[in-house]
């Protein structure tokens, strides 16, 4: 339908979950770009391929001072949302011939950079809260760790 009918949520942590770089999917959606919801992610190697987590802002494997020059760039109207979901990984075993009936068209060019992603990546400890409280308590630590890494770090937000 071509960008005049049709947009995307630019969402670095979803690329990863889809076996992608950020930044290859960045550069790819940029063009149709509304809106954004945005998070870092660590990869790392396993048995049968990766596991990704979602992280606090700077505390995974992307790199995202390179991300956000170019989401400036390429996305220069597009507002920066920042989504936490934290604390548990999830596998992709990609090294299990099953796993590649579901992404028939993918690209060993593509791949190979989410694949580099995963060997910087080191393993992260899961999270699991006692209760409702506790978890909103972990996830808010995740959020303002976040917010705090983005703006001293990346230089984001309200300039005072």
């Given at each position: 339908a071509g960008k005049d009918y049709v947009g995307a949520n630019v969402d670095s942590g979803n690329a990863c979950w889809t076996i992608e770089d950020?930044?290859?999917s960045?550069?790819?959606l940029a063009p149709y770009a509304l809106s954004s919801s945005l998070r870092d992610s660590m990869i790392w190697e396993s048995e049968n391929g990766a596991l990704v987590q979602w992280t606090a802002m700077g505390e995974g494997c992307v790199d995202l001072k390179t991300y956000f020059a170019s989401f400036a760039e390429l996305c220069p109207q597009v507002p920066v949302h920042i989504e936490t979901i934290s604390g548990f990984a999830r596998e992709f075993p990609y090294l299990k011939a099953d796993f590649w009936k579901v992404w028939p068209k993918a690209r060993a060019s593509e791949f190979a950079r989410f694949v580099a992603l995963?060997?910087?990546?080191?393993?992260l400890p899961g999270h699991k809260s006692a209760d409702a409280q506790a978890e909103q308590e972990y996830q808010k630590g995740e959020l303002e760790r976040s917010i705090r890494?983005?703006?001293e770090t990346l230089g984001l937000g309200?300039?005072?």
């Open positions: 950020p930044l290859a960045l550069q790819t995963a060997k910087r990546g080191k393993p890494y983005c703006k309200c300039k005072a």
